[in-house]
């Protein structure tokens, strides 16, 4: 909590922040108390969504770079920072290691692919 609190004042004064507060506000109020450990487990199955839906989405024609547009059609290239954001919010309401979590998102990942 008292990290939180530090982000929330960081983010306030402009400051960049690992973990997006806004973020982890929103997603708390989703949070139903009445059983973490299977909303825990709905995260993580979250992420292993993500991570085997990668391929595919990695294959697809709007996936490749366009130089016209200087970027991806689909805006893919958003991707990364967005699962970094998502996974640090819903591992920091959940307490589990994000490090860890991180690394098991890569291996499901690498299996995938």
Known sequence: QVAMNVYELSSAAGLPCEIDPALVVALSSQKSGK????????A?????FVAVSLPTL???????????????????H??????NQIA???FT???GSIEDRLKEF????ITSF
Do not use: R, T
């Open 58 to 76: 990695a294959s697809n024609v709007m996936s490749q770079y366009s130089p016209a547009i200087e970027g991806h059609c689909n805006n893919i």
């Open 35 to 42: 059983n973490p450990e299977e909303e825990y487990k709905i």
């Open 106 to 109: 890569l291996a499901v990942c």
């Open 93 to 95: 309401i959940h307490k």
């Open 78 to 83: 958003c991707l990364a920072k967005a699962i």
């Open 44 to 48: 993580c199955l979250l992420m292993v």
């Open 88 to 90: 640090a919010a819903l």
